[in-house]
């Protein structure tokens, strides 16, 4: 079954991150080369704001992907 995507839950804190992984390769080019893209809410805030943090996302991703096919000619 797939699974809608959601904020994640820390179960220690209990607050809400928005949380995606930076591929290795892409790092350097990526805000300050950090293993994961997170952001944080409260539960209300992180459901409305999962999907405009998603795109965001989507869009450093690509300019990073950018960068690196740049730097690889």
């Known amino acids: 079954m797939i699974r809608m995507a959601t ?15 930076v591929p290795k390769a892409l790092r350097p080019f990526f805000d300050g080369a950090s293993r994961e893209y997170k952001r ?4 209300d805030e992180a459901r409305q704001r999962y999907h405009p943090h998603a795109v ?15 730097q690889q000619l």
Not at 7 to 21: A, L, M, S
Not at 40 to 43: L, Q
Not at 56 to 70: I, N, T
């Open 7 to 21: 904020p994640f839950k820390d179960p220690r804190t209990g607050i809400f991150y928005f949380r995606r992984v």
């Open 40 to 43: 944080t809410r409260g539960p």
């Open 56 to 70: 965001v996302y989507d869009q450093k991703l690509a300019a990073a992907r950018r960068r690196f096919a740049s």
